[in-house]
């Protein structure tokens, strides 16, 4: 199965360091995306292949994928991490992309 | 600047229809697939098909099949989402999004995506 599942929320103080969880059965084997959407944005991606960051994300953010558990990790959380953060896999049986729930990323 | 720029709000009726486009530009149109993505009111995003330019192959998720359409027109690299009848349940945020390139061979994310577009139906 591709379902893959994520907390609805996480929250951190400033300065403090945030993970968020993607889970799913054997998803380390496959290759796993994030996203952030901001209040009224569209989604951004800011890691793909489960630890590559596109350019202008900082490297704040880096993941890690192993066993059943894809984290994204977020190190000296600011305000303007505060978003919406969507993993995502490829289902090769169906040949679609998967999204997780989305967890609230919310900095106190 | 590879960009994805899509149609402004709509407002609709019950039983009417609808057809909202995404027109990309800044890169080759007909050899990236396009995925259509649903995000309804606070929730999530959810996947409702995805289209290769160049041939028109398609593929809907099940929950989508048979409930909207998905088209092209790549002589004017130009995706479409329509539906034939809307329904309320049909509120929502639809955003396009392009599955991009790594290393020369499709990547299996979307990048970028549209603003969105909000269509709104209400009696």
């Known amino acids: 199965s591709s379902a893959v599942t994520q907390p609805p929320s996480v929250s951190v103080a400033p300065g403090q360091t945030a993970s968020i969880t993607c889970g799913g059965v054997?998803?380390?084997?496959?290759?796993v995306h994030w996203y952030q959407q901001r209040p009224g944005q569209a989604p951004v991606v800011v890691l793909y292949?489960?630890?590559d960051r596109p350019s202008g994300v900082p490297e704040r953010f880096f993941g890690t994928n192993s066993g059943n558990t894809a984290t994204l990790t977020i190190t000296r959380v600011e305000a303007g991490d505060e978003a919406d953060y969507y993993c995502?896999?490829?289902?090769?049986?169906?040949?679609?992309?998967?999204f997780g729930g989305g967890t609230k990323l919310t900095v106190l | 600047e590879v960009q994805l720029v899509q149609s402004g709000p709509e407002v609709k009726k019950p039983g009417e229809s609808l057809k909202i486009f995404c027109k990309a530009s800044?890169?080759?149109?007909?050899?990236?697939?396009i995925g259509w993505v649903r995000q309804m009111p606070g929730k999530g995003l959810e996947l409702m098909g995805i289209?290769?330019?160049?041939?028109?192959?398609?593929r809907y998720s099940p929950s989508f099949q048979g409930q909207v359409t998905i088209s092209v027109d790549k002589s004017i690299n130009t995706a479409y989402l329509q539906w034939s009848s809307l329904k309320a349940s049909d509120t929502a945020i639809y955003y396009c999004?392009?599955?991009?390139?790594?290393?020369?061979?499709?990547?299996?994310?979307?990048?970028?995506w549209g603003q969105g577009t909000l269509v709104t139906v209400s009696s």
């Open positions: 999004a392009r599955r991009t390139f790594i290393r020369g061979v499709t990547a299996n994310w979307f990048d970028p």
């Open positions: 800044g890169y080759s149109f007909s050899r990236h697939w």
């Open positions: 289209i290769y330019p160049d041939d028109s192959d398609t």
């Open positions: 054997n998803i380390g084997v496959r290759n």
């Open positions: 292949e489960d630890f």
């Open positions: 995502q896999l490829w289902d090769f049986t169906s040949d679609l992309p998967v």
